[in-house]
Structure formats: structure tokens, C-alpha cells
């Protein structure tokens, strides 16, 4: 009976380590698929932002002109 007990005994700590692989494993693909989520959160912010900031950059522009025209203007005595 206790020849018998040994493999069995084997065969269970080999799936508990394959279960333990396993469970790691997952926890592996978890961590990395939160990591992708927020990068993909970040990406999307940052889309919904791109039209706000093309807008400001124009109008940060535009004043810059503005202000380059009067002092033009003033240098030239006008």
C-alpha cells in the first residue's frame, strides 16, 4: 500500500505546481492587460484633447502675428 501511496503522492504535488503555473500565468496576462488599458486610456484622453490643443496652438499663433504686426507697426513710426 505505501508503493502505491508514492506516485500518487507525485502525481498530486505535479498538478498543485501546474496549477500554481497556471495561476502565475494568469496573473501575468492580467497585469499586462491592465498595463494595455491604460495606455489605451491615455491614447483615447489625448485623442478627445488633439482638437483642443490644434485650436489653442491657432490662436496662440494668431495672437504671436498679432502682436509681431504691431510692433512692426510701431517701429515704422504708424
Not at 503555473?21 to 494568469?26: K, L, M, Q, V
Not at 485623442?47 to 510692433?71: C, H, N
Amino acid at each position: 500500500m505505501a508503493g502505491t501511496s508514492a506516485p500518487n503522492s507525485l502525481d498530486v504535488a505535479e498538478q498543485v505546481a501546474r496549477v500554481l503555473r497556471s495561476n502565475a500565468e494568469t496573473q501575468k496576462f492580467i497585469e499586462e492587460q491592465a498595463k494595455l488599458r491604460a495606455e489605451a486610456d491615455k491614447r483615447a484622453r489625448a485623442r478627445a484633447l488633439a482638437p483642443w490643443q490644434v485650436a489653442l496652438s491657432g490662436m496662440a499663433a494668431g495672437a504671436a502675428l498679432f502682436g509681431a504686426g504691431a510692433a512692426f507697426v510701431k517701429v515704422l513710426g504708424g
